[in-house]
């Protein structure tokens, strides 16, 4: 494994713990509202299956395993066994095993088939993924043609007074507050990682290359975070291992 995908392995495995209870203090409470936000653009029905890439500690998976129903069917891939662990406990809190399989996996190797699900999502993770065009294409990839590719993803606040705000708290105060309850240095990553990020117009291109059509993008809070919607038109773009 390359040098980014084991050490982001590594440092979710030690904030897994406290992970969600940081999510929710830091972002006081609004991940959720984006999440139901990205759930929404899943389109999803009873019945359906769903995949959650990245799952992590399981949020989004449950979101859709209320969605799809008793009927359907919710697959989570993870590469961090201690994040997909805390899932595994909060899906058996709400009876939930029976309808979502939380299995290790990598974001740019999905291990399912062409066409296999009815939609996919991705959370907090694509600025995490060594090669994001793969990833994104391996989401278009296992879509059926007319499903839905989500992605949430964490941005920058493009008004300027807004922005200097929000960097402030982002890069000064948030690594702080972590440091008391976790680990600093991931919560130094976080930010820097969002800065690093490409542009919410720059992800809507590589979606676009990636095969997804009506690709389009929407700005939560005013770009602290950015939800990209596309719907599958078949597997046309780069598979894992055949570089283009
Ligand atoms: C910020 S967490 C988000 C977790 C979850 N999606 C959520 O909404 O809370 C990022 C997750 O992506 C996973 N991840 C990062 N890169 C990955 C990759 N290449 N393949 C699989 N999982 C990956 C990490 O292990 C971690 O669980």
């Known amino acids: 494994m390359d040098e980014k995908p084991r050490r982001v392995r590594a440092m979710f495995a030690r904030i897994a713990p406290r992970y969600d209870l940081l ?63 805390r899932g595994q406990a909060k899906l058996r809190a709400r009876g939930l095993e029976g309808s979502v399989l939380l299995t290790g996996g990598d974001a740019q190797s999905l291990p399912l088939r062409d066409t296999s699900v009815d939609a996919a999502v991705m959370a907090f993770v694509l600025r995490n993924v060594a090669d994001v065009e793969l990833a994104l294409c391996e989401m278009a990839r296992v879509v059926r043609p007319g499903g839905s590719v989500v992605v949430l993803e964490l941005g920058r606040p493009r008004g300027a007074l807004f922005r200097a705000v929000y960097e402030t708290y982002f890069h000064r105060i948030l690594p702080r507050v972590a440091a008391l309850l976790s680990h600093k240095d991931a919560y130094t990553y976080l930010p820097d990682s969002v800065a690093a990020f490409h542009s919410p117009e720059e992800v809507a291109a590589m979606m676009a290359r990636a095969g997804l059509e009506e690709v389009r993008f929407r700005l939560l809070m005013g770009g602290v975070a950015t939800l990209h919607v596309g719907v599958a038109g078949g597997p046309t773009g780069r598979r894992p291992g055949i570089p283009r």
Do not use: Y
């Open 23 to 85: 999510n929710t203090l830091l972002s006081a409470g609004t991940h959720k509202w984006w999440r139901r936000t990205a759930l929404r653009a899943c389109r999803l029905r009873p019945g359906m299956t769903a995949l959650d890439v990245g799952a992590g500690t399981g949020d989004m998976a449950i979101g859709m395993a209320r969605q799809v129903g008793p009927q359907g069917r919710v697959i989570g891939v993870d590469f961090c066994e201690p994040m997909l662990a």
